[in-house]
């Protein structure tokens, strides 16, 4: 999830550890490449099939995901994280301001300060804490994304400060550039939070909220481990554009993933997107998409390949049939991802 950003604690528990002055120094990423294929055929301009959302966009092509590389360090209450990424998936296609063609970008770079077990503080440019999935392969499950994920934000610079009640209870409060900005000159324009919830041993639970020159975006995502090998993940938002009030989108995405071995699993992804009357980024104003996704990954070792179906149905004709530009409400297409993390 984009949960909590990338959590250090987790970066610390990485492959690879260099020792100095007692401390370590940990390194940890990953490498993707996919293959796509529109089954009606149809590629743009950009070569691009009918699907819009992020990543594994290119059409009948072996085509790049990213390089990503992480590296971490804590010395007692401080630590940093720098996570840069090489490529497509980590460079323009993960900004939304973005279209220049660069293949460089910086996701993570900020640094914290545990000043108690509970409180600590954060500052810098962070994965967004809004919604479930993230750009990292190795995060998602499914190789290609939601509607939700490629709508809402990807980044947010600033400062955040966090709060552990307990056990069960966790509340984030941050001031925040603009989304996906390294520098915001209309200056810091945006208030976020985040209520964490832990109910039971397995289930976690998000409601994010952002608000700023943007709009406003409020956000649910949870997830419950129901046993150790079928996990239900859930995520519902809905954004009002600052700029047009009839703007923005809502919808929500179920997520349900079985595991039948260490080395093989399915997942299906449903969701249902709308956007409101002005619009804002994928469908016609005040026209909806519902999608479905099935995925498997097929694991060896640090090497995951992903096979996946999708099919995605519109509330009109947005997608095209084939390369004459007729029209339709239905799109599918098939993709098979390698994603390999160290």
Do not use: C
Not at 30 to 50: E, I, Q, R
Not at 211 to 237: E, M, P, R
């Amino acid at each position: 999830m984009k949960k909590i950003f990338i959590s250090a604690a987790v970066l610390l528990s990485t492959v690879f550890v260099a020792k100095s002055q007692d401390e370590s120094l940990t390194i940890s990423g990953s490498v993707d490449a996919y293959y796509k294929y529109d089954f009606a055929g149809y590629k743009d301009a950009d070569g691009l099939g009918n699907i819009p959302t992020s990543f594994a966009n290119e059409q009948n092509s072996v085509s790049l995901g990213m390089v990503n590389v992480i590296v971490g360090k804590t010395v007692g209450k401080a630590s940093f994280v720098g996570d840069v990424s090489f490529g497509p998936r980590g460079g323009y296609q993960s900004l939304l301001n973005g279209g220049d063609g660069n293949s460089f970008h910086i996701q993570n770079l900020y640094m914290s300060y545990a000043f108690t077990e509970k409180f600590s503080m954060t500052a810098g440019f962070m994965g967004t804490f809004v919604g479930y999935e993230i750009i990292s392969p190795t995060g998602n499950f499914n190789y290609s994304t939601s509607y939700l994920f490629s709508a809402g934000p990807f980044q947010n610079a600033g400062i955040k400060a966090e709060y552990a009640f307990s056990d069960k209870v966790g509340l984030m409060v941050g001031l925040f550039n603009d989304w996906n900005a390294y520098q915001d000159f209309d200056g810091v324009s945006d208030f976020g939070a985040q209520l964490s919830l832990s109910p039971v041993a397995g289930w976690d639970a998000y409601i994010n909220f952002l608000t700023g020159s943007t709009g406003t975006i409020v956000d649910l995502t949870t997830a419950y481990q129901v046993t150790d090998a079928f996990k239900v993940g859930l995520n519902a938002a809905d954004f009002s554009d600052a700029a047009d009030g009839d703007g923005g989108y809502s919808g929500g995405a179920l997520y349900l993933q079985y595991g039948f071995s260490d080395a093989f699993a399915l997942g299906a992804r449903g969701e249902y997107y709308t956007e409101k009357e002005a619009g804002w980024a994928f469908v016609p104003g005040g026209e909806s998409v519902v999608g479905f996704t099935l995925s498997a990954n097929v694991k060896a070792g640090p090497l995951t390949m992903i096979p996946e179906f999708r099919l995605d149905n519109g509330s009109t004709e947005m997608f095209m049939k084939s390369m004459d530009m007729d029209p339709t409400k239905s799109a599918s297409q098939f993709s098979l991802a390698l994603v390999y993390a160290f």
